[in-house]
């Protein structure tokens, strides 16, 4: 998440230095897009993973093919509407549609990791709400300073996972 929203959160003044000015204007909410993609993509591959070491790799493969008739109707209908901004978001939305469908496969098929998985869906549902809220609706200082919180909160969580891995279980760590 962190590096996601810092690069959505200032894709304009990257897109204006790595290329131009003028290309940075239109370029700039294609690049959110994809980003927000981006994040809803990797956080997809832990059910992905879990499906596939339980040896059901057909149903990827299916929800795969249930999932293309859905994009090419979004895709048409998005470069139609709004050009390569329309096909980003067609992309984002079926990269969204995905990560929902594998989490609820694999929430379906195995029981012992529901707990889990629904733990994962639920920051992951908290995360991208927090990603669209920093990136769409909120603009100057706020955005810069809530930018940051969640950035320190994304490394404060990373740091405590690192620590859980090393004690072994969260029972062996003492306050």
């Not at 050009?83 to 594998?102: C, F, M, P």
């Not at 012992?112 to 669209?132: E, F, I, K, V, Y």
């Not at 200082?141 to 279980?169: D, N, P």
């Amino acid at each position: 998440l962190p590096a996601v929203l810092v690069a959505a959160v200032f894709a304009h003044p990257l897109l204006a230095l790595w290329l131009n000015a003028s290309f940075a204007g239109p370029a700039t909410p294609v690049l959110q897009l994809l980003l927000i993609g981006i994040f809803l993509n990797s956080a997809a591959h832990l059910p992905y993973a879990l499906l596939q070491a339980h040896g059901r790799s057909d149903l990827t493969a299916r929800l795969h093919l249930l999932e293309l008739p859905v994009f090419a109707v979004l895709l048409v209908v998005g470069v139609h509407l709004f050009g390569i901004t329309g096909a980003a978001l067609a992309w984002t939305l079926r990269v969204a549609l995905d990560t929902a469908l594998l989490y609820f496969t694999a929430w379906w098929l195995h029981r012992p990791q529901r707990a889990a998985l629904a733990r994962g869906a639920g920051l992951l549902c908290l995360a991208t709400g927090a990603l669209l809220l920093v990136v769409y609706a909120l603009h100057g200082q706020l955005q810069l300073v809530l930018t940051g919180i969640l950035v320190a909160a994304c490394a404060f969580t990373a740091l405590r996972m690192l620590r859980l891995a090393r004690l072994g279980t969260h029972k062996e760590i003492t306050p």
